[in-house]
């Protein structure tokens, strides 16, 4: 706006803070308060409603049903008459009761607001001076004191951390989709050591990716329950989403060579499966719907710039782009019919339990079992690696914080060549460049990902925390401590498909 200093620029984001000596909240318009027994739109349908609480339920009605808060505004300016005469005495605690509510019921909210720590909260409406900024910043901010008051309060009562732990020690339900997987397994291991009072229900098909041995240790736990199903199945998914609060959405196929061989099994599960989860949460009333992505989504990159969530959508395989798919009917649900979903995109992960189809995985088992390591092209191929638990950590985040609606862009800030991670397994596993064999690159192959995650950052606070060069170290010592668990895998079906994808192909 054009009053404010040239100094100040806005985040851009649709709260507009600075991170200098103040910050300037807009009234967070965008979220719905439950107050006086009601659901109000934004604040400002609540606060113009509360006018006529006294006078006129006609007029309490209409302010509610109004689409937008100008419009209730509207409705209140027009109906100045039937003000109560004490509304001047009683206007700010009533303003200071909406806000707290909100405060209280959006984590997001509570979030921003505690991130101000112990700058100045200017409310930037330029149009009023009593409860803004005012056109000559000479108003008198009423709502900016009323955020200072409350996160004053909020910083007497309890530590930072303590209030949000409070939102979290909530008792709660949560489906899980494709939990026998890799980062399934990993969410659900970190949920429910995170959060004793969560319910986790496991929906998972075991198609050769799932594992129940992932989770053999959960079998006694009361709060973990396993189903064996089909997300493209009706019946499986109702049985799975009864009574449950969140559903966090991992299931699919997520190999991109398999989906070069076989792009249909990839669109049934990645495309139809989802919307099944859709349909079903939106007749259930699910209140968040999380949708797990890719940063593969967005296609491929040069050698500068990085993906962002404004990003133009480019996906080049069968894989990607039934993710894409996916991705749009999520977004088409929230928008068509208010289910209140989040996504995010990642990229690479790495970790335990990772099928060792995966280029960490296989070339780490290969090179316990001796043997040569399937290289693709040049190896030059760049990819953004993140350690799986931040990847969880991201996901927690984004479901107890994240704004309904939004996407998320979550990476590792460790671009890596192909070939600087082979060399990093040869030298952990004191192996040397022989075993390398080097096989025709795979079809349509992306060049580069890297992911630009200052989204999340500067709207959550979320960071990667585990540095690659640890992560990577770790991991592949699970590997080699755990030889029974990809032992048993790379026999079977595996065997099959290792030979149609590496052996034939020379
Ligand atoms: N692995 C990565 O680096 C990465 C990065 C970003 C996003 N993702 C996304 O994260 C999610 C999980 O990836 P992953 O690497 O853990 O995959 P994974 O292949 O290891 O696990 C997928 C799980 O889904 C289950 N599943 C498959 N089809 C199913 C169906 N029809 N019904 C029920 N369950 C079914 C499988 O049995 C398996 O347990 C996927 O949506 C993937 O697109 C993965």
Redesign the pocket.
Known sequence: MQFRDSKLETSGNIIGFFEREFYVFSNFSSFQVEWCGRTWQTSEHAYQASHFFETDPDLVEQIHKAKSAHDAYKIAKANKDKVPKNWEDIKIPIMEDIIRNKVEQNPYVLHKLLQTENKLIIEDSPYDDFWGWGENRTGRNELGKIWMKIREELYQQKTKDNYLSQSTNKERKILI??G?????TNFIYYMLKKYPNYKIVN?????Y??NLKNLESLQDNPNYTFIK????NEEDVKKAMKDCDWVVH??????VDRSIMDPDTFIR?NIL?TNVLLRIAKELGIKRFHH???DEVFGELGADGKFHELMAYNPRSPYSSS?AASDHLVCAYFHTFGLPITISN????YGPYQ?PE?LIPLFATNLIEDKKIPLYGDGLNIRDWIHVDDHSSAVDLILHEGKIGETYCVGGDSEKTNLEITHLILNYFNKGEEMIERVPDRRGHDRRYAIDFSKIKNELGWEPKINFEDGIKETLKWYKENINWWKEIKSGEYLEYYEKQYINRK
């Open positions: 989709t494709g026998a997987g890799f980062i399934g929906l998972d098909k075991l198609t990716a799932g199903g089909d997300i493209c991992f299931a699919a196929e997520s190999h599960t499966g797990i992505s890719t993710k990642c990229s690479n992960n099928f995966k």
